[in-house]
C-alpha cells in the first residue's frame, strides 16, 4: 500500500505569512480573487501552487476556479519565468504586418522557441493574443515595456537593451 507524502514547502514562512497579510488585506472587497491574485504576482513574480491553495482556503474559493482564472489571464504566471520576460503579439493586425518574422527573429537571437527560457535565465518568449497596441503594429512588450512599428533587424537593438 503506497503512502501519501506532503510536498515539501516552496515557500518559506514569511512568504507563506505574506501571502496571509495579502488575502486578509483583500478578503472583504467585493470580488477579491482578482486582487489578491496581481499582489501575488506582484511579490513572487508568479504564482506558486502553494500560495494559491492558501488563497482557495482563505477567500474559501475553489482551487479549481482560481486556477481557472489564473490561467485565462497571459499575465498571470504559474511557473517562475525569466529575469525578463518577452510577450510577442499575434493579433490579426500583428500577423498581418510581419509578427511572424519578428517572433521568428526573436527566436533566432534568443536561441529558444515560443514558451522557453533562454540558458543563462535572461528571457522568456511567449505569446500573446493581443497587447493592445493594434496602432503600432507588430509589436512586443517586454516586461512591462512595448516596442511597436517592429522589423526583424530592429529584435538585436532592442534585445540589447535588457543585457
Do not use: W
Not at 518559506?12 to 499582489?39: E, F, M, N, T
Not at 527560457?117 to 518568449?125: I, S
Not at 493574443?129 to 530592429?154: H, K, Q, R, Y
Amino acid at each position: 500500500m503506497a503512502v501519501a507524502t506532503k510536498k515539501p514547502s516552496v515557500l518559506s514562512k514569511s512568504a507563506l505569512a505574506k501571502v496571509d497579510q495579502i488575502i486578509a488585506r483583500h478578503k472583504d472587497q467585493p470580488g477579491p480573487l482578482l486582487p489578491v491574485l496581481h499582489a501575488l504576482q506582484a511579490e513572487f513574480k508568479y504564482l506558486p501552487e502553494e500560495a494559491l491553495v492558501r488563497v482557495a482556503i482563505g477567500l474559501d474559493i475553489p482551487l479549481s476556479k482560481i486556477y481557472g482564472v489564473a490561467s485565462f489571464y497571459t499575465l498571470f504566471n504559474l511557473r517562475p519565468k525569466a529575469e525578463h520576460v518577452i510577450r510577442a503579439c499575434e493579433s490579426a493586425p500583428c500577423h498581418v504586418r510581419g509578427a511572424k518574422e519578428v517572433i521568428e527573429a526573436l527566436e533566432n537571437a534568443l536561441g529558444v522557441k515560443v514558451g522557453e527560457d533562454t540558458r543563462d535565465g535572461r528571457f522568456t518568449l511567449e505569446l500573446s493574443s493581443c497587447i493592445g497596441v493594434c496602432g503600432v503594429a507588430p509589436a512586443i512588450m517586454i516586461d512591462d515595456e512595448v516596442f511597436g512599428n517592429l522589423t526583424p533587424d530592429m529584435v538585436p537593438g532592442i534585445l540589447a537593451r535588457f543585457n
